[in-house]
């Protein structure tokens, strides 16, 4: 919880409003008006730990040599257990992060399914009309090329608030880089969420909805595709789930 402006940093990274504070610092807010997201790690992909996990933190444990511990189960059987969560009243709905479109066939062809997952928070572009096409919300993850921390991202990488292209629409209309590329997002039909420390930068974040993007300003977008991976997360590439070996 941030005193200084009553907000709470979520697990997606986005900031809400919550409302006010007493002396205590206590916080009172309805839940009718937010929907919080939380990601089950893969330290805890044993079915019965998938409700523990959800009602405490989830730690990145490391060895004696510092390398990321993992777990391997069956993605259906997490996904099952998730369900009971659903079930249970402890989530309004259920999703995945960073599948890809093998993975999700494998959880939409369970025959045991009761919800699909209702979003992806992925950054691959060639999945989102296979999601289209089965109702599923793509989710932009590092919509704005992520915070660069050099645990997750390659410091040799390009900025993407720095392309030139983006820096020119962002000129043509009289907004700011990151604000093209969160509207460009939106207009594909994907939804964004982006992460800031900074009150100006959230406050300009909302004007996403106060412009629109030309068609030929898409299609110049599209043109930027490079099929790059900010986050590749190479630190569980030997996991056999690892969703980024497959082209999408």
Not at 70 to 98: H, N, P, Q, R, Y
Request: charged share 25%; net charge neutral; hydrophobic share 35%.
């Amino acid at each position: 919880m941030d005193p200084k402006y009553q907000r709470v940093e979520l697990n997606d990274g986005h900031f809400m409003s919550v409302g006010q504070t007493n002396k205590t610092g206590s916080c009172f807010y309805s839940t009718q008006f937010f929907n919080f997201t939380l990601q089950l790690w893969c330290t805890f992909h044993q079915p019965e730990l998938v409700q523990p996990a959800l009602e405490s933190e989830t730690p990145l444990p490391k060895d004696e040599n510092g390398k990321v511990m993992f777990d391997t189960v069956d993605l259906c059987a997490i996904w099952e257990a998730m369900e009971k969560c659903k079930d249970a009243g402890l989530a309004k709905s259920i999703g995945v992060s960073s599948f890809n479109r093998r993975q999700l066939e494998m959880i939409l062809n369970n025959p045991g399914l009761k919800y699909k997952p209702i979003y992806n928070q992925v950054r691959q572009s060639k999945l989102l009309d296979f999601c289209k096409s089965k109702d599923i919300v793509l989710v932009a993850h590092s919509a704005l090329g992520t915070q660069r921390h050099k645990l997750w991202v390659d410091q040799n990488s390009p900025v993407l608030l720095e392309d030139p292209v983006l820096c020119a629409l962002a000129k043509k209309h009289k907004r700011s880089p990151a604000l093209i590329a969160l509207r460009y997002q939106l207009q594909r039909g994907v939804v964004v969420l982006a992460k800031s420390y900074n009150e100006q930068r959230i406050r300009e974040n909302v004007q996403v909805f106060e412009f629109q993007l030309t068609s030929e300003d898409m299609k110049v977008l599209d043109g930027l595709n490079r099929n790059f991976r900010y986050a590749v997360m190479d630190f569980l590439v030997d996991h056999p789930d690892y969703p980024f070996s497959d082209e999408y």
